[in-house]
């Protein structure tokens, strides 16, 4: 893609996520119209094959986005960071994107785990400039254990959210997820048919991984795109 720039390099981290730095992964289209700070999930880092066509699909849609690893997986670690450190890692990258491009609009989120520590932190502390959250696949319990727990802190928000989930996402159960997102103020479920928490579809379904991300990426831009125009 001629008309974007990628940039690779390291973001410094606050006293409470270890005081070091962790690798980002910066990429903006030459006419951005607004950005993403993009978390990735507790198995896969920010090069995972769909963290980047993610990235490239949302450049392609006038959206930059800044990639970013969390300290246990810049270590090489299996197991993920606490909550306290994985959320200040999250206002880190957010700051770093405020200061690229301190005139786009902000949008923070991410995939699975990522997703859910930036949402944590926003409830605990607004995340500063960000205008909304998007998750790709919100795991709203574990595999094979049905539960709403991990949705209690969602309430408290306060401010628009978009869900992108799989309808056969073993991670959030669509019958737990669609009453919880309806109980929220200003947020938003777009489900995809016979996709799972990865975004895979079966051969079965009549569908490719390419339709899905197509799909997943077209609903993202035109949310974003609506919360960038005022719309509630």
Same mark, same amino acid.
């Not at 849609?61 to 606490?82: C, H």
């Not at 405020?98 to 989120?109: E, I, N, V």
């Not at 998750?135 to 209690?152: E, Y």
């Not at 408290?156 to 019958?175: H, I, K, N, W, Y």
């Given at each position: 893609?001629?008309?974007? =720039?990628?940039?690779?390099? %390291?973001? #410094? +981290?606050? $006293?409470? &996520? !270890?005081?070091?730095?962790?690798?980002? /992964?910066?990429?903006?289209?030459?006419?951005?119209?607004?950005?993403?700070?993009?978390?990735?999930?507790?198995?896969?880092?920010?090069?995972?094959?769909?963290?980047?066509?993610?990235?490239?699909?949302?450049?392609?849609?006038?959206?930059?986005?800044?990639?970013?690893?969390?300290?246990?997986?810049?270590?090489?670690?299996?197991?993920?960071?606490?909550?306290?450190?994985?959320?200040?890692?999250?206002?880190?990258?957010?700051?770093?994107?405020?200061?690229?491009?301190?005139?786009?609009?902000?949008?923070?989120?991410?995939?699975?785990?990522?997703? =859910?520590?930036?949402?944590? %932190?926003? #409830? +605990?502390? $607004?995340? &500063? !400039?960000?205008?909304?959250?998007?998750? /790709?696949?919100?795991?709203?319990?574990?595999?094979?254990?049905?539960?709403?727990?991990?949705?209690?802190?969602?309430?408290?928000?306060?401010?628009?959210?978009?869900?992108?989930?799989?309808?056969?996402?073993?991670?959030?159960?669509?019958?737990?997820?669609?009453?919880?997102?309806?109980?929220?103020?200003?947020?938003?479920?777009?489900?995809?048919?016979?996709?799972?928490?990865?975004?895979?579809?079966?051969?079965?379904?009549?569908?490719?991984?390419?339709?899905?991300?197509?799909?997943?990426?077209?609903?993202?831009?035109?949310?974003?795109?609506? =919360?960038?125009?005022?719309?509630?």
């Amino acid at each position: 893609m001629a008309d974007r =720039r990628a940039d690779i390099g %390291a973001m #410094a +981290l606050p $006293p409470e &996520a !270890g005081g070091k730095s962790v690798s980002m /992964l910066a990429v903006a289209p030459a006419h951005a119209h607004a950005a993403f700070v993009f978390a990735h999930g507790a198995g896969a880092g920010m090069t995972h094959p769909f963290m980047a066509a993610v990235a490239d699909g949302l450049a392609a849609r006038g959206i930059a986005s800044l990639r970013y690893l969390f300290p246990y997986m810049e270590r090489g670690s299996k197991r993920p960071d606490s909550p306290k450190i994985a959320q200040a890692t999250v206002r880190a990258a957010v700051a770093e994107a405020a200061r690229r491009w301190p005139d786009l609009p902000l949008f923070a989120g991410g995939k699975s785990f990522g997703g =859910r520590m930036t949402s944590q %932190a926003q #409830a +605990l502390e $607004p995340l &500063a !400039g960000v205008r909304g959250l998007v998750f /790709l696949g919100f795991p709203l319990h574990m595999a094979g254990k049905p539960s709403i727990d991990r949705a209690s802190h969602l309430s408290d928000v306060g401010m628009p959210m978009l869900f992108l989930q799989g309808t056969r996402d073993e991670l959030a159960v669509p019958a737990l997820l669609r009453p919880v997102v309806a109980g929220l103020v200003a947020a938003t479920l777009h489900e995809i048919e016979h996709a799972d928490h990865s975004f895979h579809v079966p051969v079965r379904s009549g569908r490719t991984d390419a339709d899905v991300l197509g799909e997943l990426l077209g609903v993202f831009a035109e949310w974003v795109e609506d =919360r960038c125009a005022g719309t509630p």
